[in-house]
């Protein structure tokens, strides 16, 4: 999930299978250009399929609302596993539960470790 200025802006699709599955299947990748402040939210499937009494899934849509409330309220991530573990509520975790959050930076004092400046990075 891309978001830009704390709004989302697009859902970005996998074309990959899990890290870890294949080897150097690093062929293809999709880039694009970020700008400061910038941030995309990688997830697994257990954050959105965790299902609450009544058997409704958190989904996606509740995902990024629940992201976008959390970045105008300058919460950190921490609010998001809140989040589904009230709408879980008493209900048992069946599965999984990871969110990484990537932000970029102004890039001013960007630097790799060869010392040159960093290229687009292919997610």
């Known amino acids: 999930l891309f978001f830009r200025h704390n ?16 080897k150097n299947e690093l062929d293809n990748m999709q880039t694009f250009d970020l700008q ?7 997830y697994s499937d257990g954050i959105i399929e965790t ?7 958190f989904g996606q849509e509740r995902l990024i609302s629940c992201i976008a409330g959390m970045l105008s309220a300058d919460k950190n991530i921490q609010q998001i596993e ?4 009230v709408f879980r509520g008493n209900k048992v975790k069946c599965n999984d539960l990871a969110l990484v959050e990537l932000s970029s930076s102004n890039g001013d ?10 290229q687009n990075t292919g997610f």
């Open 51 to 57: 299902a609450n009494l009544s058997s409704e899934m």
């Open 109 to 118: 004092n960007k630097k790799n470790i060869n010392g040159k400046s960093p």
């Open 7 to 22: 709004r989302f802006r697009q859902s970005i699709k996998s074309t990959r299978p899990a890290l870890g599955i294949i």
């Open 82 to 85: 809140d989040d589904v573990a």
């Open 36 to 42: 400061a402040e910038d941030k995309l939210y990688a």
